[in-house]
């Protein structure tokens, strides 16, 4: 993960700019850099993945507009090529035919790119400024505000807090320019609806995914591998060792009394061959990783910090241990193809307008976890489910064949990948369980009794009744507010809720968010 902050605003001080880009470091470390722009400052921090070299170096110029990206662009080799026969290029970043594409493109260019990204650029021509971010949000963006009233734009909230105000989310599969924010597509919304049998449905899924994982693997850099053991996180991984020449690396991380995962995860390295390591925590590890994880992630949402620790660590063991700089993840695979909760949907329209609320808000939860827990240990994440051809595909399937009718859930994933015996039996049709309940059930556990001990009743519900917006319900839920607000008073908007199950539907009426209080959650706890 690279970062980027960038100011519109020829007033900023620079000094509070140079503090604000010096928070990215964690995203950045390999290099820094401040260019003025028309008198605005543009800054990036590098972790070098594609074009290690110097020249790589962002930001990058073309007949005077400048360009600072955080991305990557998918099979960006062809069309590099096809755009050396009109401009030259310095290095090997893929980075680097951004301005190439807006030359040709203008802003259609955004709706043509197979890509995770933020962007921030300088029309030189038009003298304007243009921001952009991926139609899933994978790549975290934010906007705000200087004294001077200009738009100022940064890959964390904690980097523009020494220059802005009024910090909120730049809204995925959007653009800026000229004062306006204009959607260039709704990922979420299926253009049309796929209606064909189940072995036509699950070939087109198969042949996407290994395609989402395959473009995925090109990296100048050392590529690593999250493997819980899960469905998803495990296709991943067996779909990169059958396209490596040689072991894949893979990591799995489980307390050290009742870890579910590491079993699973064990058995799935021991069957694809991988170089696997596993990673082991104590309750004194979780509740040390509780501020760090909460400042990293700049949110309050119960459900996004418990999932976030387990990764946090095991991201933090893999940094301190080896030399790799990219991790596969299995994320966005439960909002495509459904959750525990989700069994209980009404109806298929119902279940269709779950999955596009989930896709739609991804990038305030799942998505944002995966970023800020690897980007914040100096590493970038890649998600193949989050592959747009992919996403679109599933999001078009008629939702009644996504519902559960076949006694198992996301049945149409497990069934695209019976024939290749990727996975064992035992792993492609194992029980969904969420990641920090399989990290160990201790884990929350000691989260809760930590929270319990923290406040008397008394004091809990005063505190309680100072936040008049996105209101605690529970002492943990509280411990994390209190925590978020030391770091980032007055932007609990960043978030709109906290992540339940959906509260209108029978079966789901739970106040703790994992899936483990759900009565379906069967067989997943062991």
Not at 28 to 33: F, K, L
Not at 122 to 142: H, N, V
Not at 307 to 328: P, Q, R
Not at 365 to 374: E, G, K, P, Q, S
Request: proline share 4%.
């Amino acid at each position: 993960m690279c970062g980027l902050l960038v100011s519109t605003d020829p007033m900023t001080d620079l000094r509070a700019f140079e503090e604000g880009l010096t928070t990215l470091s964690d995203r950045g470390p390999d290099s820094s850099r401040i260019e003025i722009v028309d008198g605005c400052p543009v800054g990036f921090a590098r972790l070098a993945i594609m074009g290690l070299h110097e020249e790589g170096m962002q930001p990058f110029h073309l007949k005077g507009s400048v360009s600072v990206c955080n991305g990557e662009l998918y099979d960006f080799r062809p069309v590099k090529s096809e755009l050396s026969k009109e401009y030259h290029f310095m290095s090997d970043s893929d980075c680097e035919i951004i301005l190439p594409l807006y030359e040709k493109y203008g802003t259609g260019m955004f709706e043509k790119l197979d890509a995770e990204y933020a962007m921030v650029f300088y029309d030189a021509k038009e003298k304007t400024w243009i921001a952009s971010r991926d139609p899933i949000g994978i790549r975290p963006l934010f906007y705000g505000y200087t004294e001077s009233g200009k738009i100022a734009f940064g890959s964390t909230v904690k980097s523009l807090l020494p220059i802005a105000k009024d910090i909120l989310p730049f809204p995925p599969g959007t653009y800026y320019k000229d004062g306006e924010f204009i959607p260039y597509t709704k990922i979420w919304e299926a253009q049309n609806c796929v209606r064909a049998d189940i072995d036509t449905v699950c070939a087109k899924i198969h042949d996407l995914l290994i395609d989402g994982v395959r473009k995925r693997m090109d990296a100048d850099a050392p590529v690593g591998y999250l493997l819980s053991g899960g469905l998803d996180s495990s296709l991943v991984c067996a779909i990169a060792q059958k396209m490596s020449h040689k072991p894949i690396r893979t990591f799995a991380i489980g307390m050290d009394k009742d870890a579910i995962d590491l079993k699973y995860a064990k058995q799935v390295a021991d069957y694809i061959g991988s170089e696997h390591t596993e990673v082991i925590i104590t309750k004194e590890d979780v509740l040390a990783a509780l501020d760090p994880v909460i400042t990293a992630l700049e949110s309050w949402d119960i459900t996004t910090i418990r999932a976030s620790i387990g990764m946090y660590l095991l991201c933090k063991y893999i940094h301190e241990n080896t030399d790799i700089k990219v991790l596969f993840t299995g994320e966005i695979s439960d909002e495509l193809f459904g959750y525990k909760y989700t069994d209980f949907a009404p109806d298929a329209e119902s279940f269709q307008k779950e999955a596009e609320k989930r896709v739609r808000e991804l990038y305030m939860y799942d998505v944002l976890r995966a970023d800020r827990c690897i980007s914040s240990n100096s590493m970038e994440g890649r998600v193949p489910f989050g592959d747009l051809a992919f996403v679109r595909y599933v999001m078009s399937i008629d939702p009644d064949m996504k519902m559960n009718h076949y006694h198992m859930g996301k049945y149409l994933l497990r069934h695209a990948f019976e024939k290749d015996h990727l996975l064992p039996d035992s792993i492609l049709f194992r029980d969904k369980a969420a990641f920090s309940d399989a990290v160990g059930h201790s884990l929350a556990d000691d989260l809760k009794e930590y929270a319990e001990l923290s406040y008397t009743q008394e004091e809990y519900q005063k505190e309680v009744s100072s936040y008049t917006a996105h209101t605690p319900y529970t002492k943990e839920s509280l411990l994390y507010r209190d925590l978020f607000e030391s770091h980032y008073t007055g932007l609990s908007d960043l978030i709109v809720d906290f992540w339940l199950p959906n509260q209108t539907w029978e079966g789901c009426h739970v106040t703790d968010p994992s899936a483990r209080y759900l009565s379906n959650y069967g067989a997943s706890a062991y």
